[in-house]
Antibody
Framework: QVQLVQSGAEVKKPGASVRVSCKAS????????IHWVRQAPGQGLEWMGW????????KYAQKFQGWITMTRDTSISTAYMELSRLTSDDTAVYYC??????????????????WGRGTLVTVSS | EIVLTQSPGTLSLSPGERATLSCRAS???????IAWYQQKPGQAPRLLMY???NRATGIPDRFSGSGSGTDFTLTISRLEPEDFAVYYC?????????FGQGTKVEIK
């Protein structure tokens, strides 16, 4: 079954770090970039960045540069997102999503076709 | 960074009515780079449209997308009860992606 399975909910204190995992199954992990998106309570979707499982290349949204790290372990088809120096503003559901790219002679499309179920990270003292 | 602005913030309609959702970009983007997602409470987003006007697998034909340049539209021709949700547009450009802030379609 093609799916992304995320790690369980976390509760962290301000100033701590959190690492969320995203395990891929049912497809070739190295064939598709993995993105991370978060959603604060009652708010919209915020794109955080992506990692290429093939070569480890990353690209982060400017907002998160310096305090986010995305890694992967191809041996277990798992991507990770680590966020440091947490504050209460980081309380959110964190999703991983698979990027799909379709190319033709005169076109190219990119979109997220597969999502994890989300991991709730709560930052509270 | 390209900013996507969705309007209206909330759309109050009855089942059977037509819904028109707007997504405006802060600069011209290719229609190939626009996607739309639906999200229901407690669920992950679901892909509806890609390349501005291509329906994803399994998406009913009452959903359609259009637009170019800076203005893009998602239309739901006749709202079904399961269509009441939040809708997000998304763009990708130079490896950086952004989402609009969302439009909530609620039952009137």
């Amino acid at each position: 079954q093609v799916q992304l399975v995320q790690s369980g909910a976390e509760v962290k204190k301000p100033g701590a770090s959190v690492r969320v995992s995203c395990k891929a199954s049912g497809y070739t992990f190295t064939g598709y970039s993995i993105h991370w998106v978060r959603q604060a309570p009652g708010q919209g979707l915020e794109w955080m960045g992506w990692i290429s499982p093939n070569n480890g290349d990353t690209k982060y949204a400017q907002k998160f540069q310096g305090w986010i790290t995305m890694t992967r372990d191809t041996s277990i088809s798992t991507a990770y997102m680590e966020l440091s120096r947490l504050t209460s503003d980081d309380t959110a559901v964190y999703y991983c999503a698979r990027e799909r790219e379709i190319r033709g002679y005169s076109f190219a499309y990119w979109y997220f076709d597969l999502w994890g179920r989300g991991t709730l990270v709560t930052v509270s003292s | 960074e390209i900013v996507l602005t969705q309007s209206p913030g909330t759309l109050s309609l009855s089942p059977g009515e037509r819904a028109t959702l707007s997504c405006r970009a802060s600069q011209t983007i290719s229609d190939s780079h626009i996607a739309w997602y639906q999200q229901k409470p407690g669920q992950a987003p679901r892909l509806l449209m890609y390349g501005a006007s291509n329906r994803a697998t399994g998406i009913p034909d009452r959903f359609s997308g259009s637009g170019s340049g800076t203005d893009f539209t998602l239309t739901i021709s006749r709202l079904e009860p399961e269509d009441f949700a939040v809708y997000y547009c998304q763009q990708c450009g130079t490896s950086l992606w952004t989402f609009g802030q969302g439009t909530k379609v609620e039952i009137k």
